[in-house]
Nanobody
């Protein structure tokens, strides 16, 4: 599985942005997908995850109620809609996929990663 993230950019605090992750392969719909983010000098942190069917989602407390993860399996694409953005949301956002993950909140639980897309929120 290959992943390609896109859609990052510069937005003012309080604004919205949607990042996308396009996956390759016929079995992409069978994969758990997740979004992580990383700031310089910090470890990669969990943002959101979604089951293969899309029926189960989970979010980090810091983004709950503001971010929404979704997927269109027919298009092999995962989205992260980010609303009410804050300067502390500034980071490189990565999408990831795993056929099975015992700990989907941990970056080590994923087998495939996109290249990352920069999101910058100005105050």
């Amino acid at each position: 599985v290959q992943l390609q993230a896109s859609g990052g950019g510069l937005v003012q605090a309080g604004g919205s942005l949607r990042v996308s992750c396009a996956g390759s392969g016929r079995t992409f719909s069978s994969y758990i997908v997740g979004w992580f983010r990383q700031c310089p000098g910090k470890t990669r942190e969990f943002v959101a995850a979604m089951s293969s069917s899309g029926g189960t989602t989970d979010y980090a407390d810091s983004v709950k109620g503001r971010f929404t993860i979704s997927r269109e399996n027919a298009k092999n694409t995962v989205y992260l809609q980010m609303n009410s953005l804050k300067p502390e949301d500034t980071a490189v956002y990565y999408c990831a996929a795993a056929y099975y993950s015992g700990d989907y909140r941990n970056a080590r639980g994923y087998d495939y990663w996109g290249q990352g897309t920069q999101v910058t929120v100005s105050s």
